[in-house]
């Protein structure tokens, strides 16, 4: 199956073509299996992307947002520096890699820690007032038609 028929469900919705084009892609995504992750839920706001990183560095991480796409690459460096080192048995993998999380809307990166090859990325959820549920109060038709009628007069 190359695609999935979202008609149905986009007649009765609003808004939710991104979803329809998520679905599509994911068919023909590959996803990628290194570095290991894990996502923790903290509570309802707060959650932590924890990515094992061993034999990285500050330096070779980098991390970006863009649209609600948030972007992890590896890339290590060779030192010129450094004396070549021979293996006889190599196991940890510190190989180039660029991992991706699709974002939720009003999910922001609040910080990103190193700690004991674990990086750790915090997210909060930041849902601005114009966007939280807010009560609609409702009028009765005659006193909003009598209203009406008393604004006409005045004008």
């Given at each position: 199956?190359?695609?999935?028929d979202?008609?149905?469900?986009?007649?009765t919705?609003?808004?939710f073509?991104r979803l329809?084009?998520?679905l599509?892609t994911?068919a023909t995504?590959q996803?990628?299996s290194?570095?290991?992750?894990?996502i923790?839920k903290?509570s309802?706001d707060?959650?932590?992307?924890?990515?094992a990183?061993?034999g990285?560095?500050?330096?070779?991480l980098?991390i970006?947002?863009q649209?609600?796409?948030l972007?992890?690459r590896?890339?290590?460096?060779a030192d010129p520096d450094?004396p070549?080192?021979?293996?006889l048995h190599?196991?940890?993998a510190?190989?180039?890699?660029?991992?991706?999380?699709?974002?939720a809307?009003?999910?922001?990166?609040?910080?990103?820690?190193?700690?004991?090859g674990l990086?750790?990325i915090?997210?909060?959820?930041e849902?601005?007032?114009e966007a939280r549920?807010?009560q609609?109060s409702?009028?009765?038709a005659?006193?909003?038609?009598?209203?009406?009628?008393?604004?006409?007069?005045?004008?």
């Amino acid at each position: 199956m190359r695609g999935f028929d979202m008609t149905p469900l986009l007649r009765t919705s609003v808004g939710f073509d991104r979803l329809a084009r998520t679905l599509d892609t994911l068919a023909t995504e590959q996803v990628p299996s290194y570095p290991p992750y894990n996502i923790e839920k903290l509570s309802d706001d707060d959650y932590v992307i924890s990515l094992a990183v061993a034999g990285f560095s500050q330096d070779d991480l980098d991390i970006t947002v863009q649209e609600n796409q948030l972007t992890v690459r590896g890339r290590i460096l060779a030192d010129p520096d450094q004396p070549e080192r021979t293996f006889l048995h190599r196991g940890i993998a510190e190989r180039t890699f660029d991992r991706q999380f699709s974002l939720a809307d009003h999910i922001k990166v609040a910080d990103a820690t190193l700690e004991n090859g674990l990086l750790n990325i915090s997210l909060v959820r930041e849902v601005p007032e114009e966007a939280r549920p807010r009560q609609i109060s409702i009028t009765a038709a005659k006193a909003a038609t009598k209203r009406k009628a008393i604004e006409k007069k005045a004008a």
